[in-house]
């Protein structure tokens, strides 16, 4: 993490073009006081480059407060949340700007997580790692899952396949096989989840579409699974006799 804030330590002294010569950089610490509610801080921890909109800030926020937070005593103050993206927009107006403290490691970790899960190229840029490394571990422990689902042991698995997951949050082909997993488990409700996660990286998976429809099937949502395999039936046509065989299946169970 050393090497990541040192990397991270020079990234986006940025001002948004037009805006009230609100000037924002990494370490910033800018409060506002709120009605009833006290005093609220809040510390940059870095800026996007502008691209035709307000630029993000992503930022770490403190617990409200009653007294007006200091350079000084904001370091004391107990984190709300670690990392939350704002638009720079919105410290236009009312804001006040205390100081500028230098970002920490620690402090740094919620954002890394950030562009772990939202953009991960950015990431492996911003890490300093070899994409191909990553890839790698991720895929070894996807094969050591493999060997234990071809085993039978689909809850050993599962560990496996997380790991994969979490060391490339786009690996979609573990984050399905993990869902299949909960399936043989019987754990359809975690599975349906594990399965959206997959959608949502992945759109055009017909697996992990069909599949969804089939947890809410087993979970009694008939009329969720209705939609999704009528809807396979036309965004999957070179699969319309299994969305139509599970389709007329829910239909008989709705009548």
Not at 82 to 96: R, V, Y
Request: glycine content about 8%; proline content about 5%; hydrophobic content about 40%.
């Amino acid at each position: 993490m050393k090497d990541v804030f040192q990397k991270f330590a020079g990234w986006f002294s940025a001002r948004e073009p037009g805006a009230n010569d609100v000037v924002l950089k990494p370490g910033d610490i800018i409060i506002q006081h709120k009605d009833r509610k006290g005093w609220c801080a809040v510390k940059i921890l870095a800026i996007d480059p502008f691209d035709g909109h307000s630029p993000t800030a992503h930022c770490l926020t403190y617990d409200y407060t009653p007294q007006e937070p200091t350079l000084v005593t904001v370091s004391g103050l107990a984190v709300k949340v670690w990392h939350a993206p704002i638009s720079a927009g919105a410290f236009e107006h009312d804001w006040k700007h205390i100081g500028n403290q230098k970002v920490s490691p620690d402090e740094l970790g919620g954002f890394v997580e950030y562009l772990k899960l939202t953009d991960f190229p950015r990431y492996i840029e911003f890490t300093g790692q070899d994409v191909e490394q990553v890839i790698n571990r991720a895929n070894a422990h996807y094969h050591e899952a493999l060997i234990l689902h071809d085993q039978g042991k689909a809850a050993a698995a599962i560990p496996q396949y997380e790991k994969a997951i979490d060391v490339f949050p786009l690996f979609f082909e573990a984050i399905d096989n993990r869902a299949f997993a909960l399936m043989e488990l019987g754990l359809f409700d975690r599975a349906l989840s594990g399965f959206r996660e997959s959608l949502h990286v992945n759109p055009d998976g017909m697996a992990a579409f069909f599949s969804k429809g089939e947890c809410l099937l087993r979970l009694g949502s008939l009329r969720e699974a209705e939609q999704v395999f009528a809807a396979g039936l036309l965004k999957f046509p070179e699969h319309s006799e299994i969305f139509q065989n599970f389709l007329d299946e829910v239909r008989g169970l709705k009548n």
